[in-house]
Structure formats: C-alpha cells, structure tokens
C-alpha cells in the first residue's frame, strides 16, 4: 500500500533543494533558469509514473492531462513553480519541528525564534509536526506545497486508477512577478469546465474573491538650471512628485486597509533635478471603486498639470488582472464541488477574501472560473514561513476528494449549473 501523504512531504523536500526564485527585472519567461530545472524534474517523475500525456513548452509550462474512465466535468489543478524574492537567501533549508507549546529556535545561530506569543496561531497545531525553514529564507509552500499536491494527485490516480473524469494538472512560472505564467495559457485549448490553484493559505481557507488590480507609472519631465540661477525657470520635479503623492488620502493604503477596504499603494520613487517617476499599485475588490480610483488618479494628475504648466507629466495605467468573482454570477458549480469535498472531509471551510492575486485571477477573466484552495501554509513570503504537515496532507486529502466527488455531477453543455444526478 502506497502511502501517499508521505510521498506528498518527500516530494515538497524535494523541490525545495531547486532554487526557483523568481527575477522581476528578467525578460524572458521562465524569469530564473531553476523554474525549468523544476518543471523537467517534475516532468520525469510524471512520466515515470506512466502517465503519457505530458507536455513541457521552452517557457515552462508544464500540462499534465489524465483521461477520465468516466463522463464528467474536466477539471484542471494549478500551481506555480516560482518562489518570491523577499531579498533572503534563495537556497532553502527546512525543517520538520514537533511543535510542544513553546518557542520554536528556528536558527540556534543567528537567535531566530517564534513563540506563540508573536504567533498565536501556532496554537491550533499544537502536538503536531510542521515544516519551517531555518531563519535565513522563506520556506516556498508558497507554492512547492501547491507542486507536491498536484504531482501527488497524478500519482495517485494513474496508480490507483479511481473512477473519475479527465483531470489536467498545470504547472506555470513566474506567477510571483505578475502573474505572467497564467497568461500563456490557452483556456480554450485546456477545455477544462472549471479550475482550482492550490496557492492559499491555512487549513481550510477557500478563496474566490480577489482584488481587481492595476498598476500606474507617472513620470514627471522637470527643468534643470544651476540653482544659483533658477529664479523663475528650474522647475524640481521632485518637489512635484511629493506635491502629488500629498494628494492621496493617508488611511487609504495598504497599513491601514483589511478585509475588503481596497488602496492606493506607492511603491517606488526615483528623482533627479530632470526627472521624478513614481510607481503605484492599485486594488479593489469591488469594480466600481476599483474605475473611481482610477478616474480619481487620473484627475489627481490633471490638477498638478495644470498648477505646474512648465512640467511634462506623462503617466500610464495598466490593468493587472481582474475579481475572481466578477465571473462568478454564471458559474458557482467549482465553489459548491469544493464546498461539499471539505465538508465531507470534515474541513472547516472560511472565504475570506484574497487581498492579492493568483494565477485563477488570469484564468477565471480568460473564461476558465478558477478558485483558490488551500495548501495549509502560513505566513508566506517572511521568514516565518509555516507548513503544518497534517493540513498540508489535508490540502492534497480535499484535490482527490474533488475529483471523486464530479462523478457524480452530470455535464449539461451550455449550462451554468451542475446538477447532481
């Protein structure tokens, strides 16, 4: 007998030894040369599995499809092969530490430490095993468990060969920096019904609302003359730039926003006496304030045009990706399939919202509704990265349960809904 929640931890150990960080600055896709070293490795062990249908593309994109015994919906799986650049060492050592109720050393050397008292949560793991990195990096779950899961789900099924309907697993890049994996994606060549990334967080946390996204450049042309003589004609572009930036409302930033209060977040500024840009995220769960932030910022713009006309202010707002739940109207047969597998699992389930984006976010605007679930992390990008084992084989316990239960939907082309038989 195949024990499959120990694969599920030799496989995460696994791929953490690659180096899949990726680079925002790179211009290719994969951005980091480990992200395909990742995806042939992964792509050995699924052939070696005996699963036929693989296929890895020069970007690494990696698609797995196992054919269904049985009609039903096709439904694909997702996660990505990048880890973030949070400016810590990308080599990562983990740990499995059984957790007794008292401070955790994650690094004896360099005083690394998380109690419980920092860190409460840790209190519903308690008697547990869990993974933790040793201090100096992130731990990756985000997204190496989410890998674990979906090769671990192709395992079992071509071994096991349970009743169930055409399963695709996909493997993307660079979702860190972008989200730029997802984007290459065909949803219409993929021809799944529905999707899920296994990118979320802690043990039972279940997410189909994202912030709508979108990022602004605003470049400010100033007029350089030698300060002694720039009475009436140096014009500080710098000066300008804090003129705008006081503009924006205080509390309407990521330090002072939770739940689904959306913000304005300046990210990056750069001056000289010629030239100021500034860099600006923005993001809201609801679409309509989502466009009034926009038309905000660009009448915020107009105004400092207008007060300083010697200036040129060029700027450009670029849409990021989009609501989960802004397609959710026609289609909520993937949230109730999930639902019920947890319930049967005996799964908690909360939904909170995301306050960022996932691969789903590409995928769900693209006409493929894709859902997040989750992988039982914690405190993802930070040092204090956490992966309790059993939630982490529970993630992986909920993907088979999914695909069990859409045996027993019924597909009815052109229909929104699934309806049990």
């Known amino acids: ?82 880890t973030a650049d949070i400016g810590m060492n990308p080599e990562i050592q983990a740990q499995k530490i059984h957790f007794t109720g008292n401070e955790i050393i994650l690094n004896s050397e360099k005083n690394i430490i998380m109690s419980p008292e920092l860190f409460p949560e840790l209190l519903q793991y308690l008697g547990e095993d869990i993974i933790f990195s040793t201090g100096t ?122 739940g689904r209060e959306g913000f304005f977040w300046i990210h990056d500024i750069t001056g000289n006496p010629t030239q100021a840009k500034i860099e600006l995220i923005i993001r809201d769960f609801d679409l309509k304030e989502f466009e009034n932030k926009k038309q905000w910022l660009r009448s915020a713009i107009k105004d400092i045009s ?30 109730d399939l999930a639902m019920q597998a947890m319930e049967n699992l005996g799964i908690t389930v909360y939904t909170e919202p995301i306050r960022g984006g996932t691969d789903g976010s590409i995928l769900s605007a693209n006409g493929l509704i894709t859902p997040n679930l989750f992988t039982g992390g914690h405190n993802f990008h930070s040092i204090y990265e956490f992966l309790p084992i059993r939630s982490f084989q529970q993630s992986f316990e909920t993907a088979v349960e999914i695909v069990k239960l859409a045996k027993y939907y019924t597909k009815v082309e052109n229909d929104p809904n699934f309806k049990t038989q």
Do not use: W
């Not at 290459?184 to 019904?193: E, G, P, Q, R, S």
């Not at 849409?319 to 289609?331: G, K, M, V």
């Open 306 to 335: 207008l007060r300083y006309p010697k200036a040129k202010i060029d700027y450009q707002i670029t849409d990021n990706y989009a609501n989960i739940a802004n397609t959710l109207p026609s289609d909520r047969r993937c949230i």
């Open 1 to 82: 007998m195949i024990n499959y929640q120990q694969k599920l931890i030799n496989y995460f150990f696994e791929y953490l030894q690659f180096n899949t960080q990726s680079n925002e600055t790179a211009k290719t896709i994969p951005s980091t040369s480990g992200q395909m070293e990742l995806a042939r490795y992964i792509f050995k062990q699924l052939r070696d599995f005996g699963i036929q249908d693989v296929s890895l593309d020069d970007q690494a994109v990696l698609i797995v499809r196992i054919d269904g015994s049985i009609p039903g919906p096709t439904i694909a799986f997702l996660s990505h092969l990048d």
């Open 137 to 258: 990096s992130i731990l990756g779950c985000d997204n190496k468990a989410g890998l674990a899961v979906l090769t671990t789900l192709g395992e079992y099924l071509i071994r096991e060969k349970p009743e169930h309907s055409t399963v695709i697993l996909i493997y993307v890049p660079d979702e860190e920096i972008g989200l730029l994996g997802s984007q290459l994606l065909d949803t219409k060549k993929i021809n799944a019904d529905f999707a899920y990334t296994i990118d979320g967080g802690p043990l039972g946390e279940f997410g189909y609302e994202t912030f709508n996204a979108a990022s602004a450049e605003i470049t400010i042309q100033g007029i350089s003359i030698h300060p002694g003589s720039g009475k009436d004609k140096l014009v500080n572009p710098i000066l300008i730039a804090n003129d705008l930036i006081n503009q924006f409302d205080p509390l309407n930033t990521p330090e002072h926003s939770e």
